[in-house]
């Protein structure tokens, strides 16, 4: 039997997730983004739902996303810095998408990025959250007896979103967004 007063817990290789609100930004980015998603030489319906993704650097060239770029690039630096990180240089890619009923995304992550993020500018009731999986292989491979859900025994976890919020993690963290049940879930997502 183990002595419960002799020994102690630490946690170790955590999977930082960043989250802020800022909904001043994104009252001023949505009407931005609502047009860009309305002109259709700019839309590429990669994965089935509509979107500006192009494997380039995405609407980040265009002026209207100068803002936007500037804010993105100070809190990537400010979180690196808080991780422990020395500073990197980074182009970002940004694109904007809207996901209508039963629009989703699958499992991926973010191949050649050093951070990855979304900022969330409409967010109906019924707006699909964003599922992280826990990054550490043997979960794929075995399976625990769990009795409860914690932290240590949680296979993913479900991030909930509302207007204004913006999320930043390391690039190579598993994540999807589950299939939609509203119209008009607009986003700006985003690799440096």
Not at 124 to 134: K, L, M, N
Request: with cysteine; proline share 7%.
């Amino acid at each position: 039997m183990i002595n419960l007063h002799n020994y102690n817990i630490s946690n170790h290789f955590a999977t930082p997730l960043l989250h802020l609100n800022n909904q001043p930004l994104a009252k001023e980015m949505l009407p931005i983004c609502r047009n860009i998603l309305s002109n259709e030489s700019l839309v590429t319906n990669a994965w089935g739902y509509k979107n500006t993704y192009d494997p380039g650097t995405g609407i980040a060239e265009l002026p209207e996303m100068d803002k936007f770029k500037k804010y993105v690039g100070s809190v990537a630096r400010e979180f690196l810095q808080s991780l422990g990180y020395g500073k990197i240089e980074f182009e970002p890619q940004i694109f904007t998408s809207q996901m209508n009923q039963k629009d989703s995304h699958g499992r991926h992550a973010h191949a050649g990025a050093v951070l990855s993020g979304v900022f969330y500018l409409n967010m109906p009731e019924g707006a699909s959250p964003i599922q992280f999986y826990d990054p550490r292989p043997w979960r794929d491979t075995r399976v625990m007896p769990v009795s409860r859900e914690t932290e240590y025994t949680r296979s993913s976890f479900n991030f909930n979103p509302s207007f204004g919020d913006f999320i930043m993690w390391e690039s190579w963290l598993h994540h999807e967004v589950i299939p939609n049940e509203c119209d008009d879930r607009i986003t700006l997502v985003f690799n440096l």
